[in-house]
């Protein structure tokens, strides 16, 4: 790899990590969802400065090609992300749902009263 990639793969992986660092200092993320991403920003600064690495772990694991090797530990690290997403949005949707149906009974409460106001007058 030309040493020119790995710097900029460098700066950059390390810019997205203090940007998802900040990102939780200012309550913008939550510390569990940052965790996956700082890791793969991790993997990716030691894949980048340690390419023999990649070449050694793409042997071990019986990969021809250490670029596919790459792929596949890029497949393996969405993986998790994508679960962990999937699960929040269910939570998230259920809060929603019992949320609304709370909100319509408090609604339908509310106009019974008003009806009842109405015909004592």
Not at 36 to 41: N, V
Request: proline share 2%; aromatic share 10%; glycine share 4%.
């Amino acid at each position: 790899m030309n040493i020119r990639i790995q710097v900029l793969i460098v700066a950059v992986a390390l810019l997205c990590m203090f940007y998802v660092i900040n990102k939780i200092r200012n309550k913008g993320i939550e510390l569990k969802y940052s965790l996956i991403w700082l890791a793969l920003g991790v993997g990716i600064l030691l894949f980048t400065c340690f390419p023999q690495l990649t070449k050694w772990l793409a042997h071990m694991l019986g990969i021809s090609q250490p670029m596919n090797m790459l792929f596949f530990a890029g497949f393996c690290f969405m993986l998790p992300i994508i679960f962990s997403l999937s699960v929040s949005v269910s939570k998230l949707s259920n809060k929603v749902k019992r949320l609304t149906q709370e909100v319509a009974l408090l609604e339908e409460e509310k106009r019974k009263e008003n009806e009842g106001d109405r015909e004592i007058e």
